[in-house]
């Protein structure tokens, strides 16, 4: 069954600093990975998805997301962060046999000023 | 246009109460979901629906009874529930049914505190 792993349960950045959210799955075919992301008392918006068309993703608010196939991963990241970025984000991958969602259990990032 | 809109916002309610969430999207959507999600943690499948019929139940229990009145509506009818429902419930719409064919979108959820 496909799975994914978020290094990380907090992250804390400076405002201006890089931001890398790392995200690694498993899966026995190509997967489709998300990442969403959940503001304090919100739903969950998607930042970006990858889908086998091109290995960088580009999604919103500056974020962008490489799939690496030899390392199984899809890490997340933005060049500058901003104080408006903080909040939960969680990377997910497409269950082939079920069609499910099945989610990290989620990174939190904190950025301070 | 990928607003899914859910309805209320917040919710509280007694163990003997019988209270319903509603969940809208207008995309032309054919495949809704509802997720429960507990603090800190990611949310959690409850139900799909695929053309208006249940076609996934994560075993979850009676006192919560989706329905799908119509491709744009989606009701979760919650009826004796325990404290430890209370949670944030989630709800989604896709094009279909199926992670690998499309992208899910959420709503802003329904913060439901049991008492």
């Known amino acids: 069954a496909q799975s994914v792993t978020q290094l990380g349960s907090h992250v804390s950045v400076s405002e201006g600093a890089l931001v890398l959210l790392r995200c690694n799955y498993s899966s026995s075919v190509p997967p489709y990975l998300f990442w969403y992301v959940q503001y304090p008392n919100q739903g969950l918006q998607l930042l970006l998805k990858?889908?086998?068309?091109?290995?960088l993703v580009k999604g919103i608010n500056g974020f962008e997301a490489e799939f690496k196939k030899s390392e199984t991963s899809f890490h997340l990241t933005k060049p500058s962060a901003h104080m408006s970025d903080a909040a939960e984000y969680f990377c997910?991958?497409?269950?082939?046999?079920?069609?499910?969602?099945?989610f990290g259990t989620g990174t939190r990032l904190q950025v301070f000023p | 246009d990928t607003e899914v809109t859910q309805t209320p916002k917040h919710l509280v309610m007694g163990m003997t109460n019988k209270k319903s969430l509603k969940c809208e999207q207008h995309m032309g959507h054919r495949a809704m979901y509802w997720y429960k999600q507990k603090a800190k943690k990611p949310p959690e499948l409850m139900f799909v629906?695929?053309?208006?019929?249940?076609?996934i139940n994560e075993s979850v229990p009676s006192r919560f009874s989706p329905e799908c009145p119509n491709s744009s509506l989606l009701n979760l009818h919650l009826h004796a529930l325990q404290p430890e429902d209370s949670a944030l419930y989630l709800c989604?719409?896709?094009?279909?049914?199926?992670?690998?064919?499309?992208?899910?979108?959420f709503g802003p959820g329904t913060r439901l505190t049991v008492l």
């Open positions: 989604a719409s896709s094009r279909l049914a199926g992670a690998d064919t499309d992208t899910q979108y």
């Open positions: 990858y889908t086998s068309a091109a290995t």
């Open positions: 629906y695929s053309y208006e019929k249940l076609s």
């Open positions: 997910a991958v497409s269950d082939h046999n079920t069609d499910k969602l099945i």
